[in-house]
């Protein structure tokens, strides 16, 4: 039975048909009334003005006075006012007469507005077809304090989401809204969907749109637009200070960022040992949720534009000299490389969270991004001992005066033992034990051994510089041992060969090598027809002396300057005496 409210005639009906002689339930019926009102009728329960609204006011209105008078017309002029705005102003001009009216005021101004306020904006809900709309978006995990190794780690979430599926992704970056951020985020989320968009929505970011007003032939950024010319976007933004336009992933930002919360909570602390496990802990939680989508997603695939067979540069190019002191400077941080690259040109890759260094398109060194903190600072430094303590170890009284002697350090606890050095040892003798420590510690990859070493050996009063070098001497190379190798028959091989019928033949002994060469009987020694004679001999004689005399054979010259008319035979007869 609808709920309805019951007049005389529903109850005159009722009350026929109990006299007709009907069951409650019948005359029920025929009134269309439920049964329980019928008994309430019979019983003379009955209400039948329960429900009405009443027609006049059972309190007086404790603002008669003011409202038609003051605070209506005010309200008509100016429908922003608020309803504390019209207490006050109530407090101001009458005081201690209306000490309790904020609710009544509240309510009647709520009332006034539905009735006679301008209509507010209305919130249309859109269609999303596959495969058209990505949004992005960076956003901040406020309420908690995440740090990195006890260090407070500050960050931004970049949220990436699909708008037909859901489909998202989240990636930690550290620095501001930059296009570096921007570029490097929206890949990776490109290559983890596998497909891209046809249209990239974004609000009003300054690392894609020029905010700056004015007549412009586009309002795209070069970076932003060659980005989205590389993936064949359409890049697209919400109106500037309208955030429900891009409520497709401000919305969602909440439900990701309320997860990684009560994981956290739920894991007991918010530090973590890297940037990577903090990374990891936001994945696990993305893929919850993408799981609630995976099979809108697996429709969406279908829709996507193929990605490009390589990336678009997601950093900034500078370059920078590597100084005599093994330095380059970065945005106002200065930051130490390798010393070999002392004097030489560096091509610098800056990402949003390490700086990577080229030398002849090679890289050579790794670095990562440091960024200024803290008001009133504009410069800071960036100092591994790694790269400048081989050369340290050479002459290591300059670690006593040098501007970089904390930083070099690399924790407080080496830094805790650099003063206990400077209690037992006299200054040099301590910096020659400290830049031996840093240098075995670079070198080994040893940094907490030789910590703990030097912890023990500074409370038992027995550390010493030689101690320390044969605490931590290498390992002498094993010799190789000699090897001997037995060479196998070959008499193997001979299985490989087919059967054969006809025993083979012994091979014959083979010959010598060299064969003393025998002279034919019949052939005549050369230029020698007769027995040589004492003559014969001393023409050869001569010729030798000549050849001795001479210093070697004369250039030939022509016979005709020479001896235009001497005949061959005297040199015949000399060839036949040799």
Known sequence: ???????????????????????????????????????????????????????????????????????????????????????E???????????????????????????HGPSPEVMFELRHE???????????????????????????????????????YAQIIEGGESFVALSEGLQNAFAACGGVPTQHRTDSLSAAYRNMGGRRSKNLTR???????????????????????????????????????????????????????????????????????????????????????????????????????????VRCILYTVPSRLIGRQLELHLYHDRIVGYLERHPVVELPRKRVSGKGKRRDRCINYRHVIGSMRLKPRAF????????????????????????????????????????????????????????QQLRSSSLTLNRLKKQFEPPQMKQVPDLSIEQHSLELYDKLLPSCSVPAEPLPAPEPLFKKAQALPHVDPLGIYRIPSHAGKLVLCGILTSLVRNGGPTKRTSSSKTCPHRSQAPKRKKFYQL
């Not at 990505?134 to 708008?163: M, N, Q, V, W």
């Not at 933004?237 to 969602?252: C, D, F, L, T």
């Not at 099979?295 to 950093?315: C, G, I, S, V």
Request: with cysteine; net charge neutral; glycine share 6%.
């Open 223 to 329: 970076l932003y637009d060659e980005l989205c010319d590389h993936y064949r976007l359409e890049p697209t933004r919400n109106n500037k200070g309208v955030a429900h336009e891009n409520g497709s992933i401000e919305s969602p930002h909440g439900h990701l960022k309320n997860r990684i919360k009560q994981a956290i909570y739920l894991r007991g602390s918010a530090d973590f040992t890297s940037v990577a496990e903090y990374q990891a802990l936001i994945d696990a939680q993305v893929a919850k949720l993408n799981q609630q989508c995976q099979t809108k997603y697996e429709q969406e695939k279908d829709h996507l534009q193929p990605l490009p067979k390589y990336r678009t540069p997601d950093y900034e190019v500078l370059t920078a000299k590597v100084s005599k002191r093994s330095t380059i400077d």
């Open 1 to 87: 039975m609808p709920n309805k409210r019951i007049d005389s005639y529903h109850t005159r009906v009722y009350m026929n048909g109990r006299d007709l002689g009907l069951k409650q339930a019948e005359a029920a019926y025929i009134a269309e009334i439920s049964t329980r009102t019928g008994q309430r009728i019979e019983a003379g329960t009955h209400q039948p003005n329960r429900g009405r609204l009443q027609d006049q006011r059972t309190v007086p209105d404790p603002l008669a006075d003011v409202w038609e008078d003051e605070l209506e017309p005010m309200l008509r002029r100016d429908p922003r006012l608020k309803p504390m705005t019209l207490y």
């Open 400 to 455: 006593i005066y040098c501007t970089w002697q904390s930083d070099l350090l690399p924790n407080p606890e080496y830094r805790q033992i650099w003063e206990q050095l400077k209690a037992q040892f006299d200054l040099e003798q301590a910096a020659k034990i400290i830049v031996e420590a840093l240098y075995i510690a670079a070198v080994q990859d040893k940094e907490q051994a030789v910590a703990v070493y030097l912890q």
């Open 89 to 115: 102003y109530l407090q101001d001009k009458y005081p201690g007469q209306y000490p309790q009216v904020l609710r009544t005021l509240q309510r009647r101004v709520r009332t006034w507005k539905a009735l």
């Open 130 to 168: 596959p495969g058209v709309q990505g949004f992005s978006d960076f956003t901040e995990l406020k309420g908690i304090t995440i740090t990195i190794a006890g260090k407070p780690f500050e960050h931004l979430i970049y949220h990436y989401r699909l708008g037909y599926s859901g489909w998202r």
